[in-house]
């Protein structure tokens, strides 16, 4: 039994050996990154049974990629290596205090071979939760019909649907991601959203309007992630507004969302109330962005524990 499955695009990313604009930079360092992939870092980091759908280049970084994960002891049998397509590749920029962009060049990537029908029912028998982004399907049109299909066949099987809007407008217009993205709401049970993501698909300012117009699809958990400002939750006509935790320094600020949610998704699946699955999800945050990379900071569970002071140190 899985307790969490995921479908997204993995890429080899280049991490910059110094700060400031890319085109001074000159040396970088290969990783592993995409925002469901960096998900299921985490979730299987933290202890939860993991599994990943995707498909990348039969080459050698795509079997880079492909090894790690499984070093991870995430599940990859649903994960197929498929010729004539590059695996996906990205370059990062960071700045001095930790903010960056990040440069794709994933137009051929090897998940445009994917296909709805293809998607494997019995998977899905096996898990608890499917998790979806807006990143996706904003690489092809056609895998929104996959991430529709994937929705319908969670359903069907009664697993919980947690939703990152995700929205990378560098992939998709504004206008594609909010017809899309709105989609997919009535399927969902958790929502985990940014301030701008919820601007974006309703014109909403204040978290209240953004509460109620993700409650307004049906969705059960709605959480706003706020970054250095902590989260604010609600569920079941409660409301709790998490206070954020300080990193001890900000070094990279990518994948702080993608282990947020899974802090969060391991509090829900362990029966945690709303305000404690909060608080552990800020501090996930908070620990990924003290290291550079994308997913190199997704911490264990007995991480969490030092960092909020409920365990003693751990030697290894």
Aim: proline share 4%; aromatic share 12%; with cysteine.
């Amino acid at each position: 039994m899985l307790d969490v499955i995921t479908i997204g695009d993995g890429m080899i990313t280049f991490n910059p050996s110094t700060t400031g604009p890319l085109r001074f930079v000159h040396s970088f360092e290969r990783k592993i990154g995409g925002a469901e992939l960096n998900f299921a870092i985490g979730c299987a980091r933290l202890g939860l049974k993991t599994g990943w759908i995707s498909c990348l280049g039969n080459d050698e970084f795509g079997r880079y990629i492909l090894n790690y994960m499984r070093g991870e002891g995430i599940d990859t049998s649903e994960v197929r290596l498929v010729d004539g397509y590059p695996t996906s590749l990205n370059f990062k920029e960071i700045m001095g205090d930790g903010s960056g962009r990040t440069f794709y060049y994933r137009k051929d990537s090897p998940t445009l071979t994917m296909l709805p029908e293809e998607l494997n029912e019995d998977y899905f028998k096996k898990a608890k939760l499917l998790h979806i982004t807006g990143v996706f399907s904003a690489i092809a049109p056609k895998n929104v019909d996959i991430i529709h299909k994937a929705l319908e066949i969670a359903k069907k099987y009664g697993l919980l649907i947690s939703f990152d809007p995700n929205i990378r407008l560098k992939l998709w217009s504004e206008e594609q991601a909010r017809q899309t993205l709105i989609s997919f709401l009535p399927y969902v049970d958790i929502v985990l959203t940014g301030e701008e993501e919820a601007q974006i698909l309703f014109g909403v300012t204040t978290p209240e309007e953004m509460i109620d117009s993700f409650k307004a699809f049906g969705a059960e958990y709605i959480v706003i992630k706020r970054g250095e400002k902590g989260s604010i939750g609600a569920y079941q006509g409660e409301k709790i507004v998490a206070e954020p935790y300080q990193p001890r320094k900000v070094v990279d600020t990518v994948g702080a969302g993608d282990g947020f949610d899974a802090g969060f998704i391991y509090g829900i699946l362990n029966h945690w109330d709303l305000k404690k699955s909060l608080s552990f999800a800020n501090a996930v945050g908070a620990m990924v962005v003290s290291v550079k990379g994308d997913n190199e900071g997704l911490p264990y569970y007995d991480d969490v524990l030092v960092f909020l002071g409920e365990k003693k140190s751990i030697e290894r």
